[in-house]
């Protein structure tokens, strides 16, 4: 199909389903994820993220362009992430569209819950720390109209929120050396 930019095309119920396709085909020995995204809903980004993570094959992420917002759990929910030199990742507080919260107190303490969710699994599945974390996210002066930052591929390595830094080459390497490793545990088990 053919839709605006503003409209995205593929959506989480398509990717789901692949997934478990994905961990299911014994001819398939593991997943590279390659991300190029501006974000989008929250809940279908972790629900990605959650099953990539619970995956049982080897897994590795690559952004390139962009693993802006809710791709950035996405990228780090796989074994080993990589991003591009180039590749930005954009840290920013959970909003709803248009930057406005509208609504009572109940609505502010389950935006503020999604929001610890994210830096909870953020924190889990990379090395950087909570504090850090939430020190980028809040930051003012990066973002035009907004907070937050904007790293690029290295800073991103060096925050400790990525593995490495490379394109598709690294990554299927990296990719090919977990099969292998994955492979060579389940021999000696049998």
């Given at each position: 199909m053919v839709l605006p930019p503003k409209n995205k095309t593929t959506k989480y119920e398509h990717i789901i389903p692949?997934?478990?396709?994905?961990?299911?085909?014994?001819?398939?020995?593991?997943l590279l994820v390659i991300l190029n995204t501006v974000g989008g809903d929250v809940e279908a980004g972790l629900a990605i993220a959650e099953m990539l993570e619970s995956m049982r094959k080897p897994t590795v992420s690559l952004v390139l362009g962009g693993g802006?917002?809710?791709?950035?759990?996405?990228?780090l929910?796989?074994?080993y992430s990589i991003a591009a030199e180039t590749a930005t990742m954009t840290i920013h507080p959970l909003?709803?569209?248009?930057?406005?919260?509208?609504?009572?107190?109940?609505t502010f303490e389950y935006m503020e819950k999604m929001q610890d969710r994210i830096v909870r699994f953020i924190t889990r599945h990379s090395a950087i720390s909570e504090q850090r974390y939430k020190e980028l996210m809040f930051r003012t002066g990066d973002l035009v109209?907004?907070?937050?930052?904007?790293?690029?591929?290295?800073e991103a390595m060096?925050?400790?929120l990525i593995n490495e830094v490379g394109g598709l080459g690294t990554a299927v390497a990296k990719l090919e050396e977990l099969i292998?490793?994955?492979e060579e545990s389940q021999g000696g088990l049998q």
């Open positions: 692949q997934l478990v396709a994905v961990e299911q085909n014994p001819k398939i020995k593991g802006h917002s809710i791709g950035l759990p996405i990228a929910a796989c074994r909003r709803l569209s248009g930057g406005m919260i509208i609504g009572i107190p109940q109209r907004d907070v937050g930052s904007i790293l690029m591929g290295r060096n925050e400790g292998r490793l994955a």
